[in-house]
Nanobody, 120 residues
Framework: QVQLQESGPDLVKPSQTLSLTCTVS??????????WNWIRQPPGQGLEYMGY???????DYSPSLKSRTSISRDTSKNQFTLQLSSVTPEDTAVYYC????????????WGQGTQVTVSS
């Protein structure tokens, strides 16, 4: 059973960089055909794709967030990390990490989500 767990601060000040880590257990982040995603949900809104890092280490970002987003990984710890720079209160959201299965073409495992608030 694959499990994903987000960790990081729940409060970030405007203009700072938000950093969250997803720790994966029950499966390796280097296994072929899996893509490791960050997705967020602002209050009262739908889910928003932010980006992924793939099993091979390649990455993709949402065009609307690309200039502020970086996703990296630590294969020795089986973790991947989101960094979102220059945050504003509009970045307040529940942040999820999730695995996309490139064979089944679906998000098959999700973390429980972590609330991040941007406020001074």
């Amino acid at each position: 059973q694959v499990q994903l767990q987000e960790s990081g601060p729940d409060l970030v000040k405007p203009s700072q960089t938000l950093s969250l880590t997803c720790t994966v257990s029950g499966g390796s982040i280097t296994t072929n055909n899996y893509y490791w995603n960050w997705i967020r949900q602002p209050p009262g809104q739908g889910l928003e794709y932010m980006g992924y890092i793939s099993y091979s280490g390649s990455s993709d970002y949402s065009p609307s967030l690309k200039s502020r987003t970086s996703i990296s990984r630590d294969t020795s710890k089986n973790q991947f990390t989101l960094q979102l720079s220059s945050v504003t209160p509009e970045d307040t959201a529940v942040y999820y990490c999730a695995r996309f299965n490139g064979v089944g073409m679906l998000y098959d495992y999700w973390g429980q989500g972590t609330q991040v608030t941007v406020s001074s």
